[in-house]
């Protein structure tokens, strides 16, 4: 089944900026969608973002602006460019792909603390 592989969390100070990668490789059917979800302390996952295989992307209200989602087709990757961090970015960050059957698979998730 399909594999997802992300970097490029890690400490960042507040006002600061991170770029996320998603690598999907296993990948036995077409990808249609790609998303970043984060999961902060003590709350629920929450939607960030997507992006078609046409690479057009939505993002939940708060994140626009702030973050910008876009994808690699050729290379199977979707990436998450994050500027303006606050302490309450603080969250692990998971990315997904959906396949043309309508499966999710998810990343094992990549930590990003804000923090001075």
């Known amino acids: 089944q399909v594999q997802l592989v992300e970097s490029g969390g890690g400490l960042v100070q507040p006002g600061g900026s991170l770029r996320l990668s998603c690598a999907a490789s296993?990948?036995?059917?077409?990808?249609?969608?790609m998303e970043w979800y984060h999961q902060a302390p003590g709350k629920e996952r929450e939607w960030i973002a997507s992006?078609?295989?046409?690479?057009?992307?939505t993002y939940t209200h708060s994140m626009k602006g702030r973050f910008t989602i876009s994808r690699d087709s050729a290379k199977n990757t979707v990436y998450l460019e994050m500027n303006n961090l606050s302490p309450e970015d603080t969250a692990v960050y998971y990315c997904?792909?959906?396949?043309?059957?309508?499966?999710?698979?998810w990343g094992q998730g990549t930590q990003v603390t804000v923090s001075s």
């Open positions: 997904t792909a959906v396949d043309a059957r309508g499966y999710r698979y």
């Open positions: 296993r990948i036995s059917f077409s990808i249609r969608t």
């Open positions: 992006i078609s295989s046409s690479s057009s992307p």
